[in-house]
């Protein structure tokens, strides 16, 4: 369909579900965080796309992500955004609203600071400082083979593409702008999120009028995979409640 001739032609490589896109359906666009791969999403790719257009695209950056969804969607669509793909989010949010229908943060915030020593070690320690921060990048009672298989993906992106994903966190701050945010939106959060604590969530929720704020037990950063049967209730309520 002409869907795919578009990705194909931008070059633009994407995961979506066995359905395809259907018109009358709502449509979710997700992003990846710092690091990631659009295979993070695969748990809402099989279930969600039962009742929603789902689509991963492995994303650069907010005016890239605009230019991309211009190109390929002519309605609003909904938008979802783990960690660094949240600060994404939330700069389409602020810039071009009117390519939304409604946003998902998960793990993020307005600010996304990182400690010095993890980004001179990506630099000069790439494999040692990843392991560290994958550790710190799930629940304490996640599978093992879970958190070995997101450091193999992270791995996989190479050292230059994790340390500018960091670096642009680093830089990330939209504190004073969330208040022109005036989109339907969902914060999600696992309860036990050390490196966007729940903190980070709750005052997303409080500086986006109307927002709504999920907290998701016994999860850490990746609650999307930790946790995904609840992440996606959360989400296919949200979306069908907007998109009725």
């Given amino acids: 369909m002409e869907f795919h001739k578009k990705l194909e032609d931008l070059n633009i490589g994407y995961l979506m579900g066995y359905e395809g896109l259907r018109e009358e359906r709502p449509t979710l666009v997700m992003i ?45 669509i909904f938008l979802m955004g783990h960690s660094m793909g949240g600060a994404i989010v939330q700069r389409v ?19 996304l600071k990182v ?3 993890f ?4 630099l000069n320690n790439f494999e040692g400082i990843l ?3 994958i550790s710190y990048a799930y629940g304490p009672k996640t599978d093992k083979s879970i958190i070995e298989e997101g450091l193999r993906m992270m791995k996989a992106s190479g050292s230059e593409v994790v340390y500018n994903d960091f670096l642009a966190c680093d830089r990330f701050d939209t504190r004073q702008e969330l208040a022109q ?11 036990q999120d050390v490196l966007a604590p729940p903190r980070l969530s709750e005052a997303l929720r ?3 009028e109307g927002s709504v704020l999920k907290m998701v037990p016994h999860a850490g950063h990746s609650v999307m995979i930790e946790r ?17």
């Fill in 32 to 76: 990846h965080g710092a690091g990631g791969r659009a295979q993070i999403w695969q748990n809402q790719i099989v279930s969600l796309d039962k009742t929603i257009n789902v689509l991963s695209l492995i994303s650069e950056y907010a005016q890239w992500l605009v230019d991309t969804v211009k190109t390929i969607f002519s309605y609003p």
């Fill in 228 to 244: 995904y049967k609840e992440v996606n209730q959360a989400v296919q309520e949200f979306i069908l409640g907007i998109h009725a």
């Fill in 119 to 122: 980004l001179d070690g990506l």
């Fill in 181 to 191: 945010i005036h989109l339907p939106c969902l914060v999600l959060c696992g309860s």
């Fill in 131 to 133: 392991e560290t921060l």
């Fill in 93 to 111: 949010a602020i810039t071009s609203p009117h390519i939304l229908e409604g946003i998902v943060l998960v793990g993020t915030g307005a600010r």
């Fill in 206 to 208: 409080r500086g986006i």
């Fill in 115 to 117: 400690a010095s020593t």
